[in-house]
């Protein structure tokens, strides 16, 4: 934690020490490219009351899925940009105006608050600016609100690059699809065949009063009324359960492991595929990452499930410096890509991503393939997905390499994976309540 920050405990307006840790956390994600997971990981252990925790958390998200909306919103109000050296001040008035606009709070609970903390992140030079802009925010608010309504990038909060390739891959659905990214996601659990079956898990949830309920399309999946602290919840410690949304979880259907069978996670951590997999088959299973830290927390969750695999950091598609030579009977490739369907989750994709990133995106996710496909054995099954929209990265890459390989084919999905696309079938975020995926699968001639 950075030296500066001031003690949650303080002669501030109740909230203002949250609210100034909150707009540290913001300003990262926003000016130093850090992801709002890593931010908020940063800053929560401080955080000791719940009802804090809670209000952090849902600033943040609320902050950085409307940021291109609400920090155009400051700059209307402002006759001239503030500082780079007041970037905190900046990310707090949109977190206070996300907290207006979005959350809901009463201008009562918000100003106050918001103006202590400008003095907590020691600017208290602007604190008199910044009580007259959150005043004037609220004042204002319907011409702000029209004027930022004609721009489609301030009214979705979505930027241009992203907003063009949506219209032009998914037309007919494209306003569902940008509404659907800025709709909070639900959250969704799956159950650990290995201890407990789903209806066991939805008892264990309704005796904690969580009203949990299952997924129509997900067998393993419940999905809860709310978003919570898994981990305090009974039977998280027990590893009766993970989270991980219901489109991710239906892999495991595709891939279709068998008992005996041999198989390779390519792209593995944080592990959430991997364990599925094991959950439902007894395989001899091999997890790649290429970075140490993922490949720990993979092994640290799957301990927590009680499972065991074969964990490795390793760059998976260069075979020649991790593979035995011994063939596998099911490889899954779930790809490194532009994250551009699960932005309802992971709202600062929209801060983070950029055009220029998804040819480089493709190529790697062709080399993945080109790669691994040596690996499988005959009559094997390849299963290459992503959490993506775009059909360069998805159909684009899929086509290309199937007519590159006379031995491969695509196998035929059900219309419940989605939007024909391709050789594959994409799910678009909210379907089914589910994230943004493209799924396809392969299989080797015998």
């Known amino acids: 934690m950075s030296a500066r920050r001031a003690p949650l405990r303080s002669a501030a307006a109740p909230g203002a020490a949250v609210r100034a840790e909150a707009a540290r956390a913001l300003a990262r994600v926003v000016f130093d490219g850090v992801s709002l997971r890593a931010a908020l990981a940063q800053s929560l252990p401080g955080i000791a009351d719940p009802r804090d925790r809670a209000l952090l958390a849902a600033s943040l998200y609320a902050a950085s899925r409307w940021w291109l909306r609400l920090d155009a919103a400051l700059a209307r109000l402002l006759d001239r940009p503030l500082a780079p050296a007041a970037r905190e001040v900046r990310a707090l008035l949109v977190l206070a105006f996300a907290q207006l606009a979005v959350l809901g709070l009463p201008e009562y609970a918000v100003t106050g608050a918001s103006v202590d903390a400008v003095r907590l992140l020691g600017k208290p030079g602007l604190a008199g600016l910044a009580n007259a802009l959150l005043r004037r925010f609220v004042r204002e608010r319907a011409a702000i609100d029209a004027a930022l309504d004609a721009d489609d990038v301030t009214r979705l909060a979505c930027p241009r690059w992203l907003l063009d390739a949506i219209r032009r891959d998914w037309p007919a659905e494209a306003e569902a699809v940008l509404a659907a990214g800025n709709a909070e996601a639900s959250l969704t659990l799956r159950a650990n065949r290995r201890r407990i079956d789903r209806d066991g898990l939805i008892e264990v949830l309704r005796a904690q009063d969580i009203d949990a309920i299952a997924h129509p399309l997900a067998v393993d999946a419940v999905v809860l009324p709310r978003s919570l602290d898994v981990s305090r919840l009974d039977g998280y410690a027990e590893g009766l359960f993970s989270v991980q949304d219901a489109a991710a979880q239906r892999i495991v259907e595709l891939l279709a492991p068998q008992d005996g069978q041999r198989v390779l996670d390519a792209c593995a951590a944080p592990g ?165 995926f493209f799924h396809a699968v392969l299989g080797k001639a015998a």
């Open 272 to 436: 959430g595929k991997a364990s599925h997999v094991l959950e439902r088959a007894d395989v001899d299973l091999l997890a790649l990452d290429s970075d140490a830290a993922r490949v720990d927390r993979t092994r640290e969750n799957l301990a927590r499930l009680g499972l065991a695999a074969t964990l490795r950091m390793a760059d998976a598609a260069d075979p020649a410096t991790w593979w035995d030579g011994r063939p596998f009977d099911r490889i899954l490739i779930d790809a490194p890509c532009s994250a551009t369907g699960i932005v309802r989750r992971q709202p600062d994709v929209k801060l983070h991503r950029r055009a220029a990133d998804i040819a480089p995106l493709a190529e790697a996710q062709a080399k993945l393939l080109g790669a691994l496909w040596p690996l499988l054995a005959p009559g094997g099954r390849l299963v290459y997905a992503t959490c993506s929209l775009l059909r360069q990265e998805n159909e684009a890459v899929v086509a290309a390499f199937l007519a590159a390989h006379d031995d491969a084919m695509a196998l035929p999905l059900p219309d419940a994976f989605g939007h024909a696309a391709g050789a594959g079938r994409q799910n678009l975020p909210g379907e089914g309540g589910m994230d943004g």
